[in-house]
């Protein structure tokens, strides 16, 4: 058998490879005993932000209005963000988990 690519040329050969090889036991077994556990670290960060996405629908109707007039903005493209106060809260976020 030879896998191909989109060039149509051949890229590795895998007649060597027997399909109905069965591996070792004893391997199977050492590899299982050695194996490590998978972690995963969650960010103080993105678990508020799923706290914040679990938490449900906006109850503040003053920030519901505040949303639904910047989605307003945003569509009709009258949205004009004061650039220097991004970079500024940008920096501060950065520079406060270092």
């Known amino acids: 058998m030879t896998v191909k690519l989109n060039t149509g ?10 399909r109905r090889q069965k591996p070792d036991v004893k391997d199977k077994k050492s ?3 050695t ?3 998978d972690q995963v670290k969650i960010s103080a960060f993105a678990r508020e932000a799923g706290q914040a ?3 449900g629908p906006i109850r ?3 920030r519901a209005d505040r949303i639904a ?8 493209g009258s949205y004009q963000p004061d650039s220097r106060a991004v ?3 940008l920096l501060k976020h950065i520079l406060k988990d270092r």
């Open 9 to 18: 040329k051949p890229v590795a050969r895998l007649d060597h490879l027997d």
């Open 31 to 33: 590899s299982i005993e």
């Open 35 to 37: 194996r490590q556990t």
């Open 53 to 55: 996405r679990e938490s």
């Open 60 to 62: 503040d109707s003053r």
């Open 69 to 76: 007039a910047l989605k307003e903005q945003i569509a009709d």
């Open 87 to 89: 970079a500024t809260s």
